[in-house]
């Protein structure tokens, strides 16, 4: 990258060093940072990023996909998406008015999306703001407080997935919350039944360990005749359920921007998310998700909305290495 130094920590990154004398090539190079922190289904971050002269190919790294779990590569795709568009928000943060181009090679399917650069721009307080947020999204699996989230915030939300051609169902009230919670048990007691995917979860270390645990209090929790309201793994005072018209690449592609966008958001307002997959990972449990929204929409990615206690650190994922994704052409 013409000598420019880049710091390998991941969620450490100072503003000041992006090289605005720079090339291009430079910028994009820097830029990746921001997009390696996006979120992925199951933390796999199936994604690695060609740097050309003039664009950033966000490229689908199947050597990390979860083949029992995801044979047609949906979630994958959704995470590539989630990443490009975080990419593109950082572009846009840094005053680009940069433009996301999905699928543009029809002939190279894993090519996800292409980001460009654009012309330089005004840069807003909100710009800064979304820097921040690149930085401060956090994937939160613990209990989390039953502050509600105002009506306000749930309707930015919708409205930014619904900007991306997304539907996303918000969910409060606690019987149809509970329904959902049985429908990850369910669909965690079928995944953990099928040996290939206990195989493949094992090969994901703290992803076998998360979800076993999970299942086990939650089986646990129902036979004992609890409530959902009692476990901390699904202690949440919103659940939310990101759909799509019908199941094509573009609707994954379309569904992973949106995440990341309403993740964006949000973030900016102090909530934080954890992704609860396994219902759509199984047909029979997403049907009958789609069937309990009363919506003819399918369900693409479930996750849970909350905030965290003002006394609680947030902790950093460990990333890929920077020199494992990034590539140059």
């Known amino acids: 990258m013409s000598g420019m130094a880049l710091s390998d920590d991941a969620w450490t990154i100072d503003p000041i060093a992006f090289p605005g004398s720079g090339t291009a090539r430079e910028k994009l190079a820097f830029l990746v940072r921001y997009a390696r922190l ?31 779990v995801d044979p047609n590569y949906r979630e994958v795709t959704m995470s590539c998406a989630a990443a490009a568009e975080t990419l593109l928000a950082a572009a846009r943060a840094y005053g ?53 989230v105002p009506a306000s915030l749930q309707t930015l939300m919708q409205d930014t997935a619904r900007g991306y051609g997304i539907g996303l169902h918000l969910v409060s009230d606690l019987s149809t919350k509970d329904k959902i919670a049985r429908l990850v048990v369910e669909a965690d007691q079928i995944q953990f039944a099928d040996p290939a995917i206990r195989a493949e979860f094992a090969s994901f270390g703290s992803i076998s360990g998360g979800f076993s645990r999970m299942g086990a209090a939650l089986f646990r929790l129902f036979d004992l005749g609890g409530s959902m309201e009692r476990h901390a793994a699904m202690h949440a005072p919103l659940f939310g359920i990101f759909t799509t018209r019908s199941d094509s690449h573009a609707d994954w592609v379309g569904a992973g921007r949106a995440t990341a966008a309403v993740l964006h958001g949000m973030t900016m307002h102090g909530l934080v998310n954890a992704l609860l997959n396994q219902p759509i990972e199984v047909e029979a449990t997403r049907r009958q998700l789609g069937s309990l929204l009363g919506s003819s929409e399918t369900p693409q990615l479930l996750s849970r909305f909350g905030y965290v206690k003002e006394s609680v650190t947030l902790p950093r994922a460990d990333q890929r290495r920077l020199d494992e994704v990034l590539i140059a052409v």
Do not use: N
């Not at 664009?55 to 990390?64: C, N, T």
């Not at 090519?111 to 840069?123: P, S």
């Open 96 to 148: 680009f008015d940069a433009v996301l181009s999905p699928l543009p090679e029809p002939q190279a399917p894993t090519v996800i999306a292409r980001v460009e650069l654009g012309d330089k721009a005004r840069r807003t307080l909100l710009d800064r703001d979304m820097l921040t947020a690149l930085l401060k999204r956090r994937t939160i699996p613990r209990r989390y407080a039953q502050t509600p």
């Open 38 to 68: 996006a979120p992925s289904d199951h933390d796999t971050q199936p994604w690695r990023f060609v740097v050309a002269d003039t664009h950033v190919d966000v490229v689908a790294d199947l050597s990390r996909a979860l083949r029992a």
